[in-house]
C-alpha cells in the first residue's frame, strides 16, 4: 500500500534560523496536503499542492511538490516561536482517504 | 461559522466496553472521516462517509464502525475495547471528500 514517510522526525531550530522538512511517497500523488498539529491540539490545514513542480508561499512558509509529484518539501525561513508544532503532509490514496506521515515534530530554541 | 465539533472531548472506559463518539461537519460538508492518532504518530485514517455512504474503510478491525446522518453528522462506535483503542480520535469534515480537511478537537479516550 501507499507509504509517506517524512524526514527528520524531530527538529530542533535556533528563533530566527531556517529549516526544511521532506515529504515521499512510495506512490505518485494526485495532490499533496500539509496541516500543523500544535502541542494538544488538532491537526489543521496549511496548504494543498496539485500540480507538478509546484510552489506555493504562505508568508514564511515556503512548499514545494516535486516534480515526478512524489515528494513534497516545506520550508520555514526565521523560525518564531509560534512556528512549534508537528508538521504533517498527507496524500490520498483514494478519493478522500488521506495517507498521513508520521510528522516532523518542530522545537524552537529561543 | 462553527467547526468541526466533537463530543466527547475526554473519555475514559474499561476494557470490554463499548464506545460512542460523535462529530458534526461544518455546515454545507457532506464528507466525514475518522482518523485515529496515537501518541507521537500521524493520524490513521478509519472510515470515510459521503451523503451517508460508507466510502471507505481502512485497515481497523470489525469492533470499530460508525455511520452517517441525514444532517451529515456521524458516529463512531468501538466494541470490545482494548488497551490499545487508547488514542485521540479526530473526525473531520469536507466539502466533496477530495478537498481539504477540517479537523475537530478530536476525543481522547483511555481505556483501563
Known amino acids: 500500500g501507499q507509504q509517506v514517510m517524512q524526514i527528520p522526525q524531530y527538529q530542533h531550530v535556533q528563533e530566527g534560523e531556517d529549516f526544511t522538512t521532506y515529504c515521499n511517497s512510495s506512490?505518485?500523488?494526485?495532490?499533496i496536503q500539509w496541516y500543523k498539529q500544535r502541542p494538544g491540539g488538532h491537526p489543521v490545514f496549511l496548504i494543498q499542492?496539485?500540480?507538478?513542480?509546484e510552489v506555493k508561499k504562505q508568508k514564511r512558509l515556503t512548499f514545494q511538490f516535486g516534480e515526478a509529484k512524489k515528494n513534497s518539501s516545506l520550508h520555514i525561513t526565521a523560525t518564531q516561536t509560534t512556528d512549534v508544532g508537528t508538521y504533517f503532509c498527507?496524500?490520498?490514496?483514494?478519493?478522500?482517504?488521506?495517507?498521513f506521515g508520521a510528522g516532523t515534530q518542530v522545537v524552537v530554541t529561543p | 461559522d462553527a467547526g468541526v465539533t466533537q463530543s466527547p472531548t475526554h473519555l475514559i472506559k474499561t476494557r470490554g466496553q463499548q464506545v460512542t463518539l460523535r462529530c458534526s461537519p461544518i455546515?454545507?460538508?457532506?464528507?466525514v472521516s475518522w482518523y485515529q492518532q496515537v501518541l507521537g504518530q500521524g493520524p490513521q485514517f478509519i472510515f470515510q462517509?459521503?451523503?451517508?455512504?460508507?466510502?471507505g474503510r481502512g485497515n481497523f478491525p470489525d469492533r470499530f464502525s460508525a455511520r452517517q446522518f441525514p444532517n451529515y453528522s456521524s458516529e463512531l462506535n468501538v466494541n470490545a475495547l482494548l488497551l490499545g483503542d487508547s488514542a485521540l480520535y479526530l473526525c473531520?469534515?469536507?466539502?466533496?471528500?477530495?478537498?481539504?480537511?477540517?479537523f475537530g478537537q478530536g476525543t481522547r479516550l483511555t481505556v483501563v
Open positions: 473531520a469534515s469536507s466539502r466533496t471528500g477530495d478537498t481539504e480537511a477540517f
Open positions: 506512490t505518485t500523488l494526485s495532490n
Open positions: 499542492l496539485v500540480k507538478s513542480g
Open positions: 498527507a496524500g490520498p490514496y483514494s478519493w478522500g482517504k488521506l495517507q
Open positions: 455546515s454545507g460538508h457532506k464528507s
Open positions: 462517509y459521503y451523503e451517508k455512504e460508507e466510502r
